[in-house]
């Protein structure tokens, strides 16, 4: 189930210190198809990074 208390996809973050101008890496385990990070990177940018960058360990290659 979802987390109380933290809204998903909602906004950009708004707590901590401010984003504007920084350039953010994340980093993932395991990539399966992506969704996360592209999530995570687009409520980045809305918060004002200038970048995001993905460093993940592994890929999971889907199959048809």
């Known amino acids: 189930g979802q ?3 933290r809204p998903r996809g909602r ?3 708004d707590a901590g210190p401010s984003l504007k101008g920084k350039v953010v890496v994340l980093v993932d385990d395991v ?3 992506g969704a996360p990070l592209e999530s ?3 409520l980045l940018k809305r918060a ?3 970048e995001v960058r993905a460093v ?3 890929r ?3 199959q048809d």
Do not use: K, Q, Y
């Open 31 to 33: 990539m399966t198809t």
């Open 11 to 13: 906004g950009a973050p």
């Open 60 to 62: 999971t290659v889907l």
């Open 3 to 5: 987390r109380e208390g």
């Open 56 to 58: 993940t360990v592994a």
């Open 40 to 42: 995570c990177a687009r």
């Open 48 to 50: 004002g990074c200038i």
